[in-house]
Antibody
Framework: QVQLVQSGAEVKKPGASVKVSCKVS????????MHWVRQAPGKGLEWMGGFDPEDGETIYAQKFQGRVTMTEDTSTDTAYMELSSLRSEDTAVYYCATLWNKGNWGQGTLVTVSS | AIRMTQSPSSFSASTGDRVTITCRASQGISSYLAWYQQKPGKAPKLLIYAASTLQSGVPSRFSGSGSGTDFTLTISCLQSEDFATYYC?????????FGQGTRLEIK
């Protein structure tokens, strides 16, 4: 049984960066393809990026290119998503998820961007 | 990029009803489609993948069909716990994309 446990809520000022972690248990990170999805308050789900096992690369949504970095520490089975140059529109719940492949989601991390 | 469009955006139904939600892709995606259920304040839950394969543990009243560009999620006999928001998602090509969601409310 895969479990994804994310880091806690963050409050950031505009222009700052945030790094959210996602600890995997039940599987090793190398057995999974991890994606990151966000959801602004009252809005739908938005895919930010994730690992494509066919290419062996992390692919980012064009909207976040240059601002987002997704990394993995296989020694601790922890995935990370760092978003920089934060603005108020980045206020959202951020999820790590395996999506259609095993269907596992983290509990979500609320990131609030406010001056 | 492939766009996913769900219909309706919201609707009301009663316990025991049979309901169908539609998802349309802007181009063919074969059967690379998943459906998720989300309840307020919770992470989404995978219901169906490969357009029609029920995820383990999901009740059999949920079913999915379709291929190419047109897909449906059907709930055969609505239960109280089914009132939620439903999303489709294509994984045929990158960037991955979700539909805008369908909110199912109690009539």
């Amino acid at each position: 049984q895969v479990q994804l446990v994310q880091s806690g809520a963050e409050v950031k000022k505009p222009g700052a960066s945030v790094k959210v972690s996602c600890k995997v248990s039940g599987y090793t990170l190398t057995e999974l393809s991890m994606h990151w999805v966000r959801q602004a308050p009252g809005k739908g789900l938005e895919w930010m990026g994730g690992f494509d096992p066919e290419d062996g690369e992390t692919i980012y949504a064009q909207k976040f290119q240059g601002r987002v970095t997704m990394t993995e520490d296989t020694s601790t089975d922890t995935a990370y998503m760092e978003l920089s140059s934060l603005r108020s529109e980045d206020t959202a719940v951020y999820y790590c998820a395996t999506l259609w492949n095993k269907g596992n989601w983290g509990q979500g991390t609320l990131v609030t961007v406010s001056s | 990029a492939i766009r996913m469009t769900q219909s309706p955006s919201s609707f009301s139904a009663s316990t025991g009803d049979r309901v169908t939600i539609t998802c349309r892709a802007s181009q063919g995606i074969s059967s690379y489609l998943a459906w998720y259920q989300q309840k307020p304040g919770k992470a989404p839950k995978l219901l169906i993948y490969a357009a029609s394969t029920l995820q383990s543990g999901v009740p059999s009243r949920f079913s999915g069909s379709g291929s190419g560009t047109d897909f449906t999620l059907t709930i055969s006999c609505l239960q109280s716990e089914d009132f939620a928001t439903y999303y489709c998602q294509q994984y045929y090509s990158y960037p991955l994309a979700f539909g805008q969601g369908t909110r199912l409310e109690i009539k």
